[in-house]
């Protein structure tokens, strides 16, 4: 009886490429939520793997950029904060511009905010990946506060039915 790694060349072959491929694709221990969403060629497809799972590592090992999840929590204290998303993400109509996004469920005794901002709005105003990479990502976190405090905002002041 042959298993299937001596029974054919070809089943060999794709099974290490598989075991190749989820090696080089597994992520690294990101807070929940995060999301680190690029274009760059060198950060596509199986050999861009590396490239890719490493970029937020090293962006967030820094620690400059820091999750949002503490500051809404202290922003709201009488509320319940599910953070869902939050990163930096490309627009859909131009690769090279990139935007801070926040996505977060915010549940107090009267409601139920569902925060979805991104900053900026246009790529008109987006930097490119570098700048907000740059100074260890303190664009990203000085978008990521006004998204907080926009955020926040909502859930204290809502706005009339």
Do not use: H
């Not at 990163?87 to 979805?116: H, M, N, P």
């Amino acid at each position: 009886m042959s298993s299937i790694f001596t029974a054919n060349p070809l089943n060999r072959t794709l099974l290490f490429s598989a075991a190749l491929c989820l090696s080089g694709c597994a992520t690294a221990d990101l807070p929940d939520g995060f999301v680190y969403e690029t274009s760059l060629r060198g950060q596509q497809g199986w050999y861009g793997g590396k490239a890719r799972n490493s970029a937020p590592d090293d962006l967030l090992s820094k620690g400059v950029v820091t999750s949002p999840q503490a500051a809404l929590e202290t922003a709201l204290p009488n509320a319940a904060v599910d953070l869902r998303k939050w990163g930096v993400s490309y627009f859909d109509r131009d690769w090279t511009r990139y935007r801070v996004l926040l996505e977060a469920d915010i549940q107090t005794d009267k409601q139920t905010v569902k925060c979805r901002l991104s900053e900026p709005d246009t790529v008109k105003d987006a930097p490119l990946l570098r700048e907000f990479e740059a100074n260890d990502g303190a664009l990203i976190q000085s978008r990521l506060n006004k998204l907080v405090a926009t955020c926040a905002d909502a859930v204290l002041n809502p706005a009339s039915p």
